[in-house]
Nanobody, 118 residues
Framework: QVQLVESGGGLVQPGGSLKLSCAASGFMFSAYSMSWYRQPPGKQREQRELVASITGDGMSNYIVLDSVRGRFTISRDNANNILYLQMNSLQPEDTAAYYC???????WGKGTLVTVSS
């Protein structure tokens, strides 16, 4: 079955960096666009924000959330079925649970928590 397992979250100081990973299995990873979402504290699942997406072949990627443009980068390794989110210059407002998702399917990981605080 489809499995998406995020990792790489943690506590980081403002201005720091983290790289999130999402290990995918159970489907033909390279055939699907993938996305990162985030859910800030106190927000409901329905209020998750689309952060970024990338096409199956990795040739096109989109930073959707204006507040992270220029700081976050989405990428993928199709040989190893891994999706990445490189996050630089992190700010307290980036604090959230981050989820990977198959873009046009209702398959989600369980999330990894990112806390930006001094």
């Amino acid at each position: 079955q489809v499995q998406l397992v995020e990792s790489g979250g943690g506590l980081v100081q403002p201005g720091g960096s983290l790289k999130l990973s999402c290990a995918a299995s159970g489907f033909m990873f390279s055939a699907y666009s993938m996305s990162w979402y985030r859910q800030p504290p106190g927000k409901q699942r329905e209020q998750r924000e689309l952060v970024a997406s990338i096409t199956g072949d990795g040739m096109s990627n989109y930073i959707v959330l204006d507040s992270v443009r220029g700081r976050f980068t989405i990428s993928r390794d199709n040989a190893n079925n891994i999706l990445y989110l490189q996050m630089n210059s992190l700010q307290p407002e980036d604090t959230a649970a981050y989820y990977c998702k198959v873009s046009d399917r209702d398959y989600w990981g369980k999330g990894t928590l990112v806390t930006v605080s001094s």
